[in-house]
């Protein structure tokens, strides 16, 4: 009866102790050395628009108007801007201003911002607020920036426009 408690407890201490070896040679089990995982991980960043807000030429003009209106929001958990143009004519004009914020722990590059406009005879939008290609955010950090919209001859009355506005980053 001796051997085969000496027999199981071999058995037992075998199989407890396969996972441990395994880790040590591979140093990859999952849950093991959670400060191991988080070592050979790429840290996670993450920049968003924070805030957004619009405004337009009609009231600066000689005789005031409230005719078109440009909207903005927030899309896709901040990493996107929906801007629409209503009931524009030609020569209206429409500015956005945005907060871009970098919500991780280490710093980034604002590779772009690019603007998604599907109507280009319609409407001339660029960057009003100078160039945020190349500008490092550290952790927790914000930048404005913004763009003007201009209609364009071509555009028709009483016809809303849609365009995006997306940020591209990465660690800098």
């Not at 409230?66 to 143009?85: F, H, L, Q, S, W």
């Amino acid at each position: 009866m001796r051997k085969i408690n000496v027999i199981v407890m071999a058995l037992f201490l075998s199989f407890l102790l396969v996972p441990v070896g395994y880790t040590c040679l591979v140093g990859d089990l999952e849950g093991v050395s959670s400060e191991h995982a988080f070592a050979n991980s790429p840290p996670h960043y993450e920049v968003v628009f924070t805030s957004v807000r619009t405004f337009d030429n009609e009231r600066c003009l000689p005789e005031p108007k409230d005719v078109a209106d440009t909207n903005a929001g927030i899309t896709d958990a901040g990493k996107k801007i929906i801007v629409t143009i209503d009931n524009a004519y030609p020569g209206y004009k429409g500015y956005v201003i945005f907060t871009i914020k970098n919500k991780s722990t280490v710093p980034i590059r604002l590779v772009s911002v690019d603007v998604e406009n599907p109507n280009p005879t319609e409407l001339k939008v660029r960057a009003t607020e100078g160039k945020l290609e190349g500008v490092v955010l550290g952790p927790g950090c914000c930048v404005r920036g913004g763009v003007k919209i201009v209609t364009k001859q071509p555009a028709a009355q009483d016809t809303a426009y849609t365009f995006s506005i997306s940020i591209l980053a990465v660690q800098a």
